[in-house]
DNA sequence: TCTGGGGTCCTAGGACCC
DNA sequence: TCTGGGGTCCTAGGACCC
């Protein structure tokens, strides 16, 4: 059978989505059409922009720049808050309305995803027909644009969506590789990121093209084993399936930036268990254990630093999880002014398999156990953090998810 | 009031075992 | 006894993506 994959892609995602928002609420402008960004919070710390409109895009704000840098590029930019739960419906709304179609698609990110469409042309016919009359009919009944990008892989199928913009369907068929893809910069090939652009321009790659004819062995001096990749993505080639049942998940995270700076440990504590709290939730929800966990540091050069402990039995209880951060974080915490803080549960299992030690209080952990499931009930039917623990009940609680 | 947050995958080195 | 090497597990950190 053919090899046919769609690439689909949320034009401008984040401002797009609030735009339609917007609209519906009975706002006269579109701000899709203006000077507009997406992003956090300069107080707070959060201040990059998450998102921009094309007339933004224009005078050349970037996503993942500060809101103080857009704004001198502009001067009259609109700033809009994100809304990730907003973000979330738009997400699933476009991923029912593709799942009509087929069921093989696979969800690459809250604004993008595959589409096996070899497995259903027959069904559908011609690639090209049938991609701008999803395309339209998204525009339609959602009232935003994507691009469609199609190809005989993934990778190639992701290059194609991502040429011109907005509301576009281009092909990049293996056959139009080297004329469509090989006179483009080699920082635009997906997989070379900023850390591999400056080594691969060093040594006198600019284009895909140089890339995709560099030899192998030379390249490998300096890539080891990541060569032959590189010169692969820049071929086209590309063997990955498109997988339409998601990976289990394989870690739960949370970090924040926070309001300043601090070597307080006890600030860090009090910030570590609203984050045990956070990933203890989850991980309940998701009905799993965790057996490694990982506190993640960044000073305020932005250096990043984390320390993990694997345990000797997975756990999900919430004060568990926050005794062993608060220990390994008093173990490599070395009194440097910390910017951010981060906890993370990797190694997840389905269940509890419980090593018993002749001393150990297994009541108390019974107990613990339903603390939080009584914690969680409450929260689930009263509204998000309307009981936390006690040592908490003086904190404000306003994270943004 | 300059620089977020959530992931996945890979690599390298050390410990340990045979 | 003069220095191997395969395999696995563990940890720290880097690279990439949106």
């Given amino acids: 059978m053919e090899r046919i994959i769609f690439h689909i892609d949320v034009n401008n995602a984040f401002v797009s989505w609030t735009a339609v928002d917007l609209l519906k609420q009975g706002s006269k402008i579109d701000i899709r059409n203006t000077y507009a960004v997406v992003g956090g919070d300069e107080k707070t710390r959060n201040g990059i922009v998450l998102a921009k409109s094309p007339l933004a895009k224009k005078v050349d704000i970037v996503t993942g720049e500060t809101i103080y840098n857009a704004k001198r590029k502009y001067k009259n930019l609109t700033v809009y808050p994100p809304n990730f739960r907003l973000y979330q419906e738009m997400s699933y709304s476009l991923f029912n309305l593709l799942a009509k179609y087929t069921p093989d698609i696979e969800v690459a990110s809250i604004d993008e995803c595959y589409l096996d469409y070899g497995k259903v042309k027959k069904l559908y016919g011609n690639e090209l027909e049938f991609a701008y009359k999803i395309k339209d009919e998204i525009q339609n009944t959602l009232g935003f644009t994507v691009n469609i990008g199609i190809a005989n892989n ?196 389905e269940e509890n398999i419980y090593q018993t030690s002749l001393f150990e209080d297994l009541t108390k952990k019974d107990k613990e156990s339903s603390i939080d499931k009584v914690i969680d009930e409450i929260n689930q039917k009263m509204g998000r953090n309307t009981v936390t623990k006690a040592s908490l009940a003086n904190k404000k609680i306003n994270r943004k998810e």
């Avoid at 199928?157 to 011109?164: G, L, R």
């Avoid at 390249?219 to 063997?239: C, M, V």
């Avoid at 694997?310 to 070395?334: D, G, P, R």
Wanted: hydrophobic share 35%; with cysteine; charged share 30%.
């Fill in 154 to 349: 993934k990778l190639c199928a992701k290059m194609a969506s991502d040429f011109t913009k907005p509301n576009r369907v281009h092909t990049l068929y293996d056959n139009e590789v080297k004329e469509k893809m090989w006179p483009l910069k080699v920082g635009d090939l997906f997989g070379v990121g900023r850390s591999t652009l400056p080594k691969l321009e060093a040594i006198g790659i600019h284009t895909i093209e140089d890339l995709a004819n560099y030899d192998l062995t030379k390249l490998t001096r300096y890539f080891k084993n990541q060569a032959k990749h590189l010169i692969d993505i820049a071929n086209g080639i590309d063997n990955s399936e498109v997988k339409s049942i998601p990976d289990e998940v394989k870690g739960i995270g949370h970090e924040f930036t926070l309001e300043e700076d601090t070597t307080d440990i006890n600030v860090l504590f009090k910030e570590l268990f609203l984050l045990s709290e956070m990933v203890g939730k989850r991980l309940r929800k998701e009905n799993k254990y965790a057996q490694v966990i990982c506190v993640s540091l960044k000073d305020n050069f932005f250096r990043r630093y984390s320390h993990q402990r694997k345990l000797v039995n997975a756990t999900n209880i919430t004060s568990e999880i926050y005794e062993h951060s608060k220990s390994i974080l008093k173990e490599f915490y070395n009194g440097e002014s910390i910017r951010l803080i981060g906890l993370r549960l990797d190694d997840l299992h």
